[in-house]
């Protein structure tokens, strides 16, 4: 299994944003993990910067932090 939280502090107790296999936003197919998260869920995010890392449970149980670090949410600038 696999999840993905995302934290305005890497202590805070509620993720902002959460996906996992269970949920079915990620999917492992062998070696390959795809994510999806809707806009409408990321325009939830107000810009700036927010913690996040990707885990992965293998099914005895071991978890492993394969991505971990800084995730910076930008404004939109562009214009019609």
Partial sequence: SA????RTD????TAVL???TAGGE???NGTTLT???TGA???LLATGAYYHDLELTT???VVTTYLAG???????????
């Fill in 3 to 6: 999840r993905w939280q995302v």
């Fill in 10 to 13: 890497p202590a805070a107790t």
């Fill in 18 to 20: 959460a996906i996992s």
């Fill in 26 to 28: 990620i999917v492992v």
């Fill in 35 to 37: 994510a999806s998260v």
């Fill in 41 to 43: 869920v990321t325009a």
């Fill in 59 to 61: 099914p005895g149980g």
């Fill in 70 to 80: 800084i995730l910076a949410i930008k404004q939109d600038v562009s214009r019609p």
